[in-house]
């Protein structure tokens, strides 16, 4: 390049730089303006969400099983009914009645013990009947894919009940008074909930109940003091929403 | 001869740029309020021209909203992952709590190292230790009935296992943020020592899990875990079940990822 077309060029540049240099503050001053209007910010991270629980009724049918337990198993089938008075607070009831299955180990040792002891009868109790009310609270609630192509609504909700457990099944007394068959059973337990669709969940559950009962009478039969103790129930059902429409969230 | 000045046109651009940025920018869709830009027609204009006018709009209106329905139906939007797992390395370490036994409790620890296949697939191999020892129940069958049962109490064993993840989702606590997870089932099988005797005994291995996504390099999975086995006891054999329930901390390698977009 000779100098005579240089000092062209050079003067052209230097021309342009006011213009450029307007542009760029234009340019800040708008980018900041636009980072500071950011329309997301403080917002809620879900919104207009649809509320499958928030005013609805859920009447539901269940079925147990008691774990762990040593000489008698409890298949529990029983009913649900729960208030939602908004998406994550319900009030309910829970009613369940027991069907007894003796174990293995009770047979084993009623075997054993009456070789030493030819009166010997292996007396046990079982859950007879659980009622009571429960509250739950659902924390978490959610929505997954099964294999890319079923979606499903969920949610995971903690209980907390109190009521009444009997527990049948000894007859033999102690001191003049059979063991006490009724009695305050408190429960505290989770679950969770899968919707089929807007009025239909399957659901889940595995609550420890506090009852106070003898398990069973000693090798003399005999049966020692009552004392509470927890017992896991596991159960699933199904469960109904009414009404069928959905609230949607704000 | 005018010469084209290609650096006033780029400032030209970027003021462009910047007024269309601010805020105070106006928007040409609409005259200003007040602006009288109804009194700018011709108060003489016939009646037939706004007939013509409001069925032009309504007919504008319609094919607009067609048109946005058939653009929604035809373009779909995928939210990116956010933590994929095909061709990383998990490493699980875990400890769970016995269930569903009233004589014998453990408590397990494990370790677990998992390669993700896909996103759906995943095999590994891992390692556990248990601690076990007598209910009150195993003492009270001693105490009323003056009998002691055999005892198996679980040590040590590896396993192997594979993983299916039919299923991907998200939720959110009370809306204060969303996290993302995906439950699997596992299957699979080890061996294992117990007290009875140090010779290895194999077992098999089902299980379920959800795992949470807390970063794109670190997971919570909660998990059941059921171990089937047999055990020689002096009486008899018997098949035994140990089901267990615990939670494992996943640290994922490489610890971050990037997508690759087809172009």
């Known amino acids: 390049m000779t100098q005579r077309t240089a000092i062209p060029h050079l003067a052209r540049r230097r021309r342009d730089a006011p213009a450029a240099a307007v542009a760029a503050i234009a340019v800040l001053l708008g980018a900041t303006a636009a980072y500071a209007d950011d329309v997301l910010e403080g917002t809620a991270v879900v919104r207009r969400n649809s509320l499958y629980r928030a005013g609805r009724q859920e009447i539901g049918a269940t079925f147990g099983m008691s774990l762990g337990d040593p000489y008698v198993r409890n298949l529990l089938p029983g009913a649900r009914y729960d208030f939602h008075l908004t998406d994550w607070i319900a009030l309910g009831a829970q009613l369940m009645v027991g069907v007894p299955i003796d174990t293995a180990m009770k047979a084993q040792i009623a075997d054993k013990v009456s070789k030493h002891n030819e009166t010997f009868t292996m007396e046990t109790s ?30 995971f909700h903690v209980n907390l009940g109190a009521g009444i457990a009997s527990t049948p099944g000894i007859v033999t007394t102690a001191a003049g008074s059979p063991p006490p068959s009724i009695g305050v059973a408190p429960w505290v337990g989770a679950g969770g909930r899968l919707f089929l669709s807007r009025v239909i969940a399957l659901t889940v559950d595995l609550n420890n109940f506090f009852v106070k009962r003898t398990l069973s009478v000693d090798r003399n039969g005999q049966p020692p003091g009552a ?15 009414v009404p069928p429409d959905l609230k949607r969230a704000d | 001869m005018v010469r084209p000045c290609r650096a006033s046109a780029g400032a030209a651009v970027l ?98 190292l998992l390669v993700h296949l896909g996103e759906r697939w995943a ?60 439950g699997y089932l596992l299957a699979g099988g080890g061996v294992a020592r117990t007290s009875r005797s140090d010779a290895l005994k194999p077992f098999g291995l089902v299980g379920v899990g959800l795992r949470v996504h807390t970063a794109r390099w670190l997971t919570l999975a909660v998990e059941f875990r059921d171990m089937i086995m047999s055990e020689q006891f002096i009486s008899e054999s018997k098949l035994l079940q140990h089901v267990f329930a615990g939670i494992q901390l996943g640290v994922w390698l490489p610890p971050s990822v990037s997508y690759k977009f087809p172009r």
């Open chain 1, 126 to 155: 079982r859950l007879g009947l659980i009622i009571g009310p429960q509250a739950s609270v659902a924390p978490l609630s959610g929505k997954f894919m099964v294999l890319g192509f079923l979606p499903a609504q969920f949610d």
């Open chain 1, 227 to 241: 004392a509470y103790a927890g017992q896991l129930v596991f159960t699933g059902g199904v469960s109904f929403f």
């Open chain 2, 15 to 112: 003021v462009a740029l910047a007024v269309g940025l601010s805020p105070a920018g106006a928007t040409a869709d609409e005259p200003p309020a007040g602006s009288g830009a109804a009194d700018d027609a011709p108060a003489d204009a016939p009646a037939g021209d706004d007939i013509d006018k409001g069925r032009r709009s309504s007919l504008t209106r319609d094919l607009a909203e067609k048109g946005e329905a058939d653009l929604h139906r035809s373009v779909r939007v995928f939210q990116q992952l956010y933590m994929p797992k095909a061709g990383r390395v998990e490493v699980m370490f875990g400890a769970g709590l016995s269930l569903a036994d009233p004589m014998i409790k453990h408590y397990s620890t494990d370790a677990t």
């Open chain 2, 123 to 182: 095999i590994g191999v891992g390692g556990s230790r248990w601690a076990g020892w007598e209910a009150e129940q195993f003492n009270m069958i001693e105490r009323d009935f003056g009998l002691f049962p055999e005892r198996s109490m679980l040590q040590a064993g590896g396993h192997g296992q594979l993983q299916w993840s039919p299923l991907v989702g998200k939720f959110a606590s009370f809306g204060i943020a969303v996290l993302q997870v995906d």
